[in-house]
């Protein structure tokens, strides 16, 4: 594992109107890293994931890549830099196919700006075969047809097929029986073998000590907390959950607020 | 490859990678079989229900499947066609667009207008080609209010219904009526190929369509993917030939095919391309399915709901000339009347989903033979525009009830 973070978020900030999603967060992840993100409900996980994929632009701060400083204003800009998301909800669209959803956004097309479906079936194929997702029947069914676990693994590999170096999984878990879990949580392993940069939300601590190397613990909005996974266990990680000591008060009513 | 049974359990262990080989026939079969009773009924309800109308009709008045009439339909729907075509991308979107009918008023109008030998009319692709080009700009209108300032396309399009009424109110003036007397602008309606041209065209037709099928299951077997059987691809062949054939010959009986035809064929090829062969098609029908995760893959949404509406309102456009050529005049009525009703009618009977993301051109034109057929047919037996709306309305309820009530099968069989 190379220890200098592939992608590195300083000092980030995002406000929804009166509501302080995050305040001056330090995120970071190294290639070869499964990164956990933990944190309850509104913590701020899934914002700080948007704020990376360029799906809400931060209030401040500042994201590197590689050390360098980059602006993300976008989908197709963080993807670029090679960050691939998986989010909580998914976002596959239930009326187009495996291959379609996997190439959404980024169809290849041969000449007269023709679909090529063939190479991309074929690549489809592949990339599931390579990631040992093997309960998918046939490429060309609408993903609408398709179990939670299933839709988990199509979501996982369109991420994963575009020589991607940072693969961000909003709780891939939640929905999951017990087999199926099974499989994301080995993915997300091979994942992290293979080389690339990790990070997964999860509310399930026993997932995150079988996978991350590292824990980053989010609470109302900050990070309060950032363990080795082998250096802690989860009463630890559970406190800081829960009660983790905040820099700043947010401006919330007091009551909210348990320092 | 080994019998395989339909795949209708999705949670087999089967991997995605090891189907080899190519289907039979008989594997084909089985697997629309299923399909169909799952509730994936495709086309079929239908192609059933025409031929229920061609047996009433017929039954009640034998004037109904005569080459003569057969013709007459097939001029009468042109313009509902053309326009429901374009009905279909606002709808895959899952949105609406009510102005249809008024924006093929105005274009009809424009054209008639500009083409009035008067000593300053314009040369006839101009004036044809500046009613086209006006129902886009329209289209790129309705689309910026909806995308740019958040207008919800019922009310815009709402708005539309009424402005534009007022804009061929407006261009008529107190002229009352204005006759077409330019011959390429009658021509579309009233003007008929040559029996042997049909033919030709046919028969290049079906070449295209076998060699499109052929190099398609080419590439899919260069790359090791199963293809269809090449039984079904001759099927798929000769079942076009042989309708292509009734239809040609059917219509040499009497005047022959209209000019009209020729813009239906290029309209429905063209569209059906795009939609399903290119990348713009493809984010329409994400658009549709899933608005949120197409804007996380990188699609500009609003780029395509304002090509779609573009799309609608210039098919609008083109309806309205065809319609303009078909009655010979454009008048205060321009685009009113049961157009616009007609038109959406024709697109959601074919089975396209109002709720975005499934539909397809050639829902336009089956739900518009549908329209057409008992509007022609009711009017033979001498039946009101009384009658005919009932009828009508109660088809288009029939044939929402038997969508919904497949796709919930379809829900119950894990394929929805
Ligand atoms: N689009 C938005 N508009 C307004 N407020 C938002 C928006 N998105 C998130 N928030 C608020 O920001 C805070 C953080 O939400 P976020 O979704 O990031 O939490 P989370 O840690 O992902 O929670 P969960 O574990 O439930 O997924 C919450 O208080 C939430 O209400
Ligand atoms: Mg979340």
């Known amino acids: ?259 | 490859m080994s019998t395989q049974p339909a795949p209708i359990e999705t949670s087999d262990a089967t991997p995605a990678t090891a189907v080899p080989g190519d289907e039979t026939i008989g594997e084909y079969a089985r697997r629309w079989w299923a399909g169909l009773r799952a509730g994936e009924l495709g086309s079929l309800p239908i192609v059933v229900g025409l031929v229920i109308i061609a047996i009433v009709f017929q039954s009640q008045n034998n004037q109904f499947l005569t080459a003569g009439n057969f013709v007459n339909l097939i001029v009468q729907m042109a313009a509902i066609t053309t326009i429901a075509m374009g009905i279909v991308f606002i709808l895959l979107l899952g949105e609406i667009d009510l102005s249809v009918g008024y924006v093929s008023g105005v274009a009809g109008v424009i054209a008639a207008l500009l083409l009035i030998p008067d000593g300053n009319q314009v040369p006839t692709l101009v004036g044809i080609g500046a009613a086209l080009v006006a129902g886009a700009a329209i289209g790129v209108l309705h689309g910026l209010i909806i995308t740019k300032v958040g207008v919800p396309s019922f009310v815009v399009t709402l708005a539309g219904l009424l402005g534009w009424n007022g804009v061929v109110l407006l261009l008529i003036g107190n002229r009352g009526t204005v006759i077409i007397q330019n011959n390429t602008v009658i021509g579309f309606a009233n003007d008929f190929l040559s029996p042997a041209t049909a033919w030709i065209m046919l028969a290049a037709a079906l070449a295209l369509y076998a060699g499109v099928l052929l190099l398609a299951r080419r590439a899919r077997a260069k790359a090791g993917l199963p293809a269809q059987p090449d039984l079904l691809l001759a099927l798929r062949v000769v079942g076009l030939g042989v309708v292509g054939a009734i239809v040609v010959y059917v219509a040499n009986q009497d005047r022959g095919i209209p000019y009209v035809f020729l813009v239906l064929m290029g309209a429905y090829i063209v569209w059906t391309y795009v939609l399903n062969r290119t990348r713009f098609g493809r984010h329409v029908y994400a658009v549709g399915g899933n608005a949120e995760a197409a804007r996380r893959a990188g699609i500009s949404v609003d780029q395509v709901r304002i090509a779609c509406f573009a799309i609608c309102s210039f098919m609008a456009a083109l309806g309205g000339i065809i319609l303009a050529s078909r009655l010979r005049s454009v008048d205060t009525n321009a685009g009113g009347g049961s157009i616009l009703l007609y038109s959406i009618a024709a697109a959601v009977i074919g089975g396209t989903s109002l709720f975005g993301g499934r539909g397809h051109i050639k829902s336009a034109v089956l739900g518009a033979l549908v329209i057409a057929s008992i509007d022609n047919g009711l009017g033979l037996l001498g039946l009101s525009s009384g009658t005919k709306f009932v009828v009508t309305g109660l088809v288009l309820l029939a044939a929402v009830t038997i969508d919904s009530l497949s796709r919930r099968r379809q829900e119950r069989a894990g394929r929805a």
């Open chain 1, 1 to 259: 594992m190379n220890d200098s973070p592939i992608l590195e978020l300083r000092g980030v900030s995002k406000a929804f109107g009166a509501v302080q999603a995050l305040y001056e967060v330090d995120f970071h992840v190294a290639a070869g890293e499964v990164m956990a993100l933990v944190g309850d409900n509104g913590a701020g996980k899934s914002t700080l994931i948007k704020c990376i994929a360029g799906i809400y632009s931060s209030d401040s701060g500042e994201i590197l890549y590689n050390g360098e400083p980059v602006s993300i204003h976008g989908p197709k800009d963080a993807a670029k830099l090679g960050i691939e998301v998986v989010y909580q909800d998914l976002a596959l669209a239930d009326n187009l196919d495996v291959v379609q959803n996997m190439f959404l956004g980024r169809e290849e097309t041969t000449s007269l700006r023709r679909l090529d479906e063939v190479d991309m079936e074929r690549r489809a194929k592949e990339t599931l075969q390579t990631l040992s997702v093997t309960t998918i029947r046939s490429v060309r069914q609408t993903v609408a047809g398709l179990s939670g676990g299933q839709r988990q693994s199509v979501a996982v590999a369109k991420a994963v097929m575009w020589n991607s170096k940072v693969v961000i999984l909003d709780e891939p878990t939640a929905a999951l029986g017990v087999a199926q879990t099974r499989q994301v949580l080995d993915l997300v392993r091979r994942l992290g073998e293979q080389g690339l940069a990790v990070v997964l939300v999860s509310h399930n601590l026993h997932d995150v000590f079988e996978v991350s190397d590292s824990v980053t613990v989010l609470r109302l909005g900050q990070n309060v907390a950032e363990f080795k996974t082998k250096e802690t266990n989860q009463t630890e990680v559970v406190e800081a959950i829960t009660a983790g000591k905040l820099s700043k008060i947010p401006g919330q009513p007091a009551a909210e607020v348990v320092v």
